[in-house]
């Protein structure tokens, strides 16, 4: 399941054109916590650089 997951991060990302580093893709790949993919999806949906997809903010209810 994680790893539908993270390829569904990094289409999404490329979909919306967000530049995916190399240290942040192996960041993602090596994710195997659902609960932190999720996160890291739904801020996809709306981030427009992977900083805010990993950024850790205390008040955002999905953490």
């Known amino acids: 399941m994680a790893k539908g997951r993270v ?12 530049p995916v580093s190399d240290t942040d893709r192996d960041r993602i790949t090596s994710c195997d916590d659902l609960g932190t993919l999720g996160r890291w ?13 990993f950024d850790e903010d205390p008040a955002d209810p999905q953490q």
């Open 7 to 18: 390829e569904d991060i990094l289409l999404l990302l490329e979909g919306r054109s967000i």
């Open 41 to 53: 999806f739904h801020r996809a949906i709306t981030a427009t650089s992977t900083t805010e997809v």
